[in-house]
């Protein structure tokens, strides 16, 4: 039922075109995967979200960790909440938790955009062998390996992923290090977790869930190597690449993975998706991503068009009774709905008209996107696909 298939690959990059078949769908590779969050998009119902291309989305464990053990649903509530059958994918929630080390104060995610360069003092947390415990809302909470396979067996997404150690840009060689070797420790703790859920999920007559290991190793070339050789020799059926890179680095750090890892099993880059990076990223071999981006900004009137950001908001718009993009199939620029409108709604006060402006935006945002990959797809490996980059890359200078 779970499967993944390469079609064609270019001859110039390590690009490939791929068909991922799960329980719930199939998505075309290169795909691009929008974050829901708690498990939906604010505003969006099932029917909006299947007007937007859309393919498969990705939840956080973290989030749906209560729902998921106080969940009277069945098991597998994760369709369900989206409202449709759709491929979707669980993070470990292992991301969440660990980055609540690195503070508000050094702004410090994924990517290191605070000044500081002072060492993470892990205070807030404390990893052992087994997982981390820490204080959320004034409980004292723990999250590890077996507990996130359980959580993700129970939400019930098509793809899950291993816990592993996420570090942060400020950390050095050895603590990189130290956490490479508990990322492997858990990798095998996952794997052996994930077969006991399956048998229970076999059971009762569900699928199996595919399982992602985690390339991580933070900035160090000879620790992204180790780490690929290794968690890529697992049984894993397909991989993540683990963030803690500043953006310049995504190129330089997927050419020192990718060749280690095996060529039949997909590959996802986590949290990354802006418009440069993604010409970056599947020359490099991968053939997903995901972003918050798109949809974040969709909230806030920011939109995509193929000649660069359109800022909704700006009163020149207040008049405009052209749509978004002219050419556009998406939901608001094929049912005619004007900038104007569009505009007098996102800075409306009332939340109610807030809704409906920000679900006009979301749905070009999210079918933006979708396009774009779409279009890639079909010039892989022609010279349509250079064309495509470098207008492209013009009006998205920025990764
Ligand atoms: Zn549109």
């Given amino acids: 039922m779970n499967s993944f298939q390469i079609t064609k690959k270019d001859k110039k990059t390590r690009a ?48 749906l960790w209560e729902k998921a053990l106080k969940s009277k649903l069945k098991e597998g509530f994760i369709h369900k909440s989206f409202g449709f059958d759709i491929p979707i994918m669980t993070d470990s929630g292992g991301f969440q938790v660990l980055s609540l080390a690195f503070g508000d104060k050094n702004k410090v995610g994924k990517f290191m955009t605070g000044e500081t360069t002072d060492p993470i003092k892990r205070t807030k947390i404390r990893i052992t062998q087994k997982g981390v415990h820490f204080n959320f809302k004034g409980k004292k909470m723990f999250l590890g390996p077996e507990l996130s396979m359980k959580l993700q067996r129970i939400i019930g997404a098509d793809i899950i992923f291993a816990f592993d150690h996420i570090t942060s840009p400020l950390d050095d060689f050895a603590y990189n290090q130290k956490a490479l070797e508990l990322t492997n420790k858990w990798a095998h703790i996952c794997l052996k977790e994930h077969e006991k859920q399956s048998r229970l999920r076999k059971r009762s007559g569900e699928p199996r869930q595919m399982l992602f290991g985690i390339v991580q190793g933070g900035i ?136 409906r402006g920000q679900r006009w935006c979301l749905m070009h945002n999210m079918w933006f996107f979708n396009q774009l990959l779409e279009d890639i797809r079909n010039s892989l490996g022609t010279s349509s696909y250079q064309r495509l980059k470098t207008k492209m890359l013009k009006n998205f200078p920025t990764a």
């Fill in 16 to 63: 490939r075109l791929g068909v991922l078949t799960t329980p719930h769908g199939v998505v075309n590779t290169p795909g691009y995967i929008f974050v829901g969050t708690y498990g939906r998009f604010l505003h969006l119902d099932h029917e909006d979200l299947k007007r937007t291309k859309s393919q498969i989305f990705i939840a956080n464990t973290f989030h």
């Fill in 220 to 355: 160090y070339p000879a620790l992204r190597k180790k780490s690929a050789k290794y968690i890529g020799s697992l049984p894993f059926d397909g991989f993540g690449i683990g963030g803690a890179y500043t953006k310049k680095q995504i190129a330089k750090v997927l050419k020192l993975i990718i060749p280690h890892l095996p060529e039949e099993k997909p590959r996802h880059l986590l949290g990354v998706g802006k418009v440069a990076d993604i010409f970056e990223a599947i020359e490099n071999g991968i053939d997903m991503f995901d972003c918050v981006i798109p949809t974040r900004e969709a909230r806030h009137g920011r939109l995509y068009t193929r000649a660069g950001y359109m800022d909704i908001r700006r009163g020149a718009y207040a008049k405009d009774k052209k749509v978004i993009e002219k050419g556009c199939g998406c939901p608001t620029c094929s049912g005619g709905i004007s900038r104007a409108e569009i505009r007098a709604l996102i800075k409306n006060v009332d939340r109610e008209q807030n809704a």
